[in-house]
């Protein structure tokens, strides 16, 4: 089937999502997609995923989430897996892949717009920090002083690294999309060469990353990242606590955004109370503390510490619709019982 993508497409413009491993992670994926069809009704949906996912579908009756159901082989069931063989997965004209921890929050209209001009691309940063891909500790200091990001950069022929993100990743480019992919997993292949880590490494993490190996292999076909921070039109900011404004059901958000990057940057620390003191020390000095209040397209519960409440999001929402099946289930006995089968 997979080898059939690139000439059969189902539909001009689409969604793709993935679901593996434990049954929690369909969960996060049907509470992303629930959200979506508040402001995209149109669109087809289409999910990859598993055969004990696939039968959890059926088993619940959640197929009408989706508009097309597709198998993921083992190989590809793993954030490498799928996002390094991208190019199996193209189900559309135009392909839009999102990570299963993402919240819609208005109509992405103006984001497919937005992606028309590029034939792959993923939302990042123009230029990568010393942590993208490194330790996450004081750790990271012995790569600076070493100049270990430059000495990569130099023994793989490239001139920049960009910060990739692949929360979102948009294709309408199939040989394009399979050129990128290939070269990111010639990349990851000679991981000892690079000053990058195992993302295994940090808490809570049991999957390799593929964000440096796609960023790299970006680097070397000259393809550029679409801007992950745009203030009101930003096409996915992080959730955080400190920092985000929202209901119970997630219809009503409101983020916090920091016009400058590094203040803005201090987000990701773990600690309330540094990010906090942080934030208001660099906000004496004049722009730094410019703040404004925006909506982005998606929210992506990307960081571990802030992924709580997600989980309650997608624990209601897996609820509700499983009440919804169970009574549809009870309905469709009790009509079996009301007219029999004619059959002997």
Known sequence: MLTSIKKEKFGKEGYVYVSYGHPKYLKHAVASVTTLRRYDSDR??????????????????LTE???????LPDEHASIVGFKHNFYNYLFFENNLFLDSD????????????AFKPYDFTVTGNLV???????????????D????????????????????????????????LTKKTCELAKEMLNRKAETHFQSRKKEKGRTEESCEWSLAMAMSKLNIPVYAWFQGHTSPQLDYINLLTDHDDEFEYVNCKYYSDYFVYSIRG?????????????FSIIPGKGDYMMVTPF????????EKKPFFEFSDKVWERLM??????????????????????
């Open 102 to 113: 993402i919240v819609w929050c208005k109509n992405p209209d103006p984001l497919w717009q």
């Open 269 to 281: 620390l773990k600690s309330d109370w540094m990010k906090k003191l942080l934030m208001r020390s």
């Open 65 to 71: 989430l989706f508009d097309f159901i597709f198998d």
């Open 298 to 305: 998606c929210l992506h519960f990307g960081w571990y510490h």
């Open 44 to 61: 087809p949906v289409a999910i990859a995923c598993t055969k004990k996912h696939r039968s959890l579908i059926e088993k619940h009756n």
């Open 144 to 175: 600076m002083i070493l100049r270990r990001r430059k000495r990569t950069l130099k023994r793989f022929g490239l001139t920049y690294l960009s910060r990739a993100q692949t929360g979102l990743m948009y294709a309408s480019d199939y040989a």
């Open 323 to 344: 009440e919804k099946s169970n009574k549809r289930n009870i309905n469709s006995a009790s009509s079996k019982e009301e007219f029999p089968s004619n059959e002997a």
């Open 128 to 142: 990568s920090d010393n942590f993208f891909g490194a330790p996450k500790s004081i750790g990271v200091a012995k």
